[in-house]
């Protein structure tokens, strides 16, 4: 017996055991982790748990145009207005 999506319930945040779920750049370009990082938020979601997030690094083809500059997801999401967003999902 298949749930729909509708169905299915994730329980919130304050009635379950806190779990992680890490998320690493590698060394690909903005696109794949991009890809990545979105693929997470998902699955962070559907298994209930806080998604952590990697710290600032560099990210390969943009570096050669920012001088070296490092990167970190919350330069291109608004990781605060996810988190408020999206009942459930706590990053």
Do not use: C
Request: glycine share 6%; proline share 4%; aromatic share 10%.
């Amino acid at each position: 017996n298949k749930k729909s999506f509708e169905e299915i319930s994730i329980p919130p945040m304050s009635n379950r055991k806190l779990k992680y779920l890490t998320f690493e750049m590698d060394g690909s370009g903005w696109n794949n982790i991009r890809m990545g990082f979105e693929n997470l938020i998902l699955l962070a979601h559907a298994m209930a748990r806080t998604l952590v997030l990697p710290p600032k690094r560099q990210i390969f083809h943009m570096a050669d145009k920012s001088a070296g500059r490092v990167f970190s997801l919350d330069d291109f999401y608004d990781i605060d207005v996810i988190n408020k967003v999206q009942m459930g999902l706590n990053i």
